[in-house]
């Protein structure tokens, strides 16, 4: 059975920066994308970024990129974000997903239970 733990969120001022991490265990394949997703209140859950297995393929949403960088520590069975620059409209649930493929949010399998980010201005 696989176990989706994140951690890192809390309150940081606007400017600020957090590091997301996502330790996932009992994963029976390795040819998946892990990925973050994040879901305000009253919206929808989008995609953050997600990663490849090697690491070697990465994406970004338009209102991170530059901001946000995800990587990931196999060894580990670790996924972490570290989040730059913040700004209050990253304030959200932020949510680890494994087992899926990039964007494809219907396609992840595992998800953990979520860690609150809140930044304020």
């Known amino acids: 059975q696989v176990q989706v733990v994140e951690s890192g969120g809390g309150l940081v001022q606007a400017g600020g920066s957090l590091r997301l991490s996502c330790t996932a265990s009992?994963?029976?394949?390795?040819?998946?994308?892990m990925a973050w997703f994040r879901q305000a209140p009253g919206k929808e859950r989008e995609g953050v970024s997600f990663i490849s297995r090697s690491g070697a393929t990465t994406g970004y949403a338009h209102s991170v990129k530059g901001r946000f960088t995800i990587s990931r520590d196999n060894a580990k069975n670790t996924l972490y974000l570290q989040m730059n620059s913040l700004k209050p409209e990253d304030t959200a649930m932020y949510y680890c997903a494994a087992g899926g493929w990039g964007w494809e949010i219907a396609t992840y399998k595992d998800w953990g239970q979520g860690t609150q980010v809140t930044v304020s201005s």
């Open positions: 009992g994963l029976t394949s390795d040819a998946y994308d």
